[in-house]
């Protein structure tokens, strides 16, 4: 059996996690088996699945300016651990302090790229400083657009033979809409009769919960029975509740937590809000399609993300056109054969990779 040994910092429910947890659950596991490398280990919403399926979780430690430690680290964890060939690092603000050591011992590597920002601030220019070696490390370069491959590793890279672009692919058929788990689940909500906002994502700066929330309140304005499903956690959690309350729309938004049923969250939903300030390609948006729910996105999420009608963009810079938009969402279209032709279909991703996979394995500690 194959391990494939993935660094991923967090087994928290983000959309590099949901990308991996998706082509692990469909990857055939008696030929290859997943096992994970943290650096925040509490964040393990995902840890339990992992174990069921038979993958293993290690912990290292983070980079905070402890470059001989990391890398000691790795040392040690790949002499103990001779049995990984390849390790897929999902992590790309620190990579180029391990990516090294993998390489010394015989490790292929790939690095992917699920973004294309690093936000702002002092943290962002250190990162970006970290990632410029990435693309002269790592064996393979992968990313969920081309964009985001441009973004992180340049685009002479983007051309070279090493680059693989993999797109955030879902389980269509996990999405498909189902008349009567909406209805059991808006029961269960509380939300039978109202007009429904969601949003899936992680309570990060990159979601922009901040101006949905805005666009959110000038919508109670209009539709005082309009309700907010927010699904998610994450470090900006306190900052949400707070602006929750000084919005005062306590009793119009639900905050469901991580959860695993967001397929059957999303039948609940009459419309998907996302407004993001930065993204790669988000899972959600191709899981919404999926559903068949409208979608209204920011026009910074790239365009490879748009598969279906379903989909609609607006500048993230007035929250009247947000509300005015949310108002009144499109109805429901199975776009199903749309998003399996543009290759978003999980099957293929898995084929793909089970296939780059068999090849870095085989090429793996031979040197």
Request: aromatic share 8%; charged share 25%; net charge neutral.
């Amino acid at each position: 059996m194959i391990r494939i040994l993935h660094m991923i910092g967090a087994l928290e429910m983000g959309g590099s996690q949901a990308l991996v947890m998706n082509l692990y659950r469909h990857m055939d596991r008696k030929k290859i088996q997943f096992d994970f490398v943290l650096d925040h280990p509490e964040r393990d919403a995902y840890a339990n699945q992992v174990k069921a399926l038979g993958g293993q979780i290690y912990t290292m430690p983070g980079f905070h300016g402890n470059v001989m430690e990391v890398r000691r680290a790795w040392d040690e964890f790949f002499t103990q651990h001779p049995e990984y060939r390849v390790l897929h690092s999902h992590v790309r603000s620190y990579a180029s302090l391990y990516l090294p050591v993998a390489k010394m011992h015989g490790v292929k590597t790939i690095i992917h790229s699920h973004s294309t920002s690093n936000g702002s601030g002092l943290s962002s220019l250190v990162k970006l400083a970290l990632q410029v070696p990435l693309r002269r490390q790592a064996d393979v370069l992968m990313s969920c657009t081309r964009e985001a491959g441009v973004w992180l590793f340049g685009e002479k890279a983007c051309r070279s033979e090493r680059f693989f672009l993999l797109p955030n692919a879902v389980d269509v058929e996990k999405f498909r809409y189902n008349e009567t788990v909406r209805r059991e689940y808006r029961q269960t909500l509380g939300i039978e009769d109202k007009l429904v906002v969601g949003h899936v994502g992680r309570f990060h700066e990159a979601k922009n919960h901040g101006f949905l929330l805005e666009s959110f309140a000038k919508l109670r304005k209009q539709q005082p029975e309009a309700r907010l499903l927010l699904v998610g956690d994450g470090e900006l959690r306190g900052d949400i509740e707070e602006k929750i309350a000084a919005l005062g729309i306590q009793d119009a938004v639900i905050l469901t937590g991580n959860r695993e049923d967001v397929a059957e969250l999303m039948q609940a939903m009459d419309l998907l809000a996302f407004p993001s300030k930065w993204e790669g390609l988000p899972v959600t948006v191709v899981e919404a399609q999926a559903a068949g729910l409208p979608c209204l996105i920011s026009d910074r999420i790239t365009r490879d993300v748009d598969l279906s009608p379903l989909v609609r963009r607006l500048p993230i810079d007035s929250a009247e056109a947000w509300a005015q938009a949310m108002a009144e969402p499109a109805a429901r279209q199975d776009v199903h054969q749309a998003i399996a032709a543009a290759g978003f279909e999980i099957g293929e991703s898995v084929e793909r990779l089970s296939g780059l996979y068999n090849q870095l394995w085989l090429e793996g500690k031979q040197t």
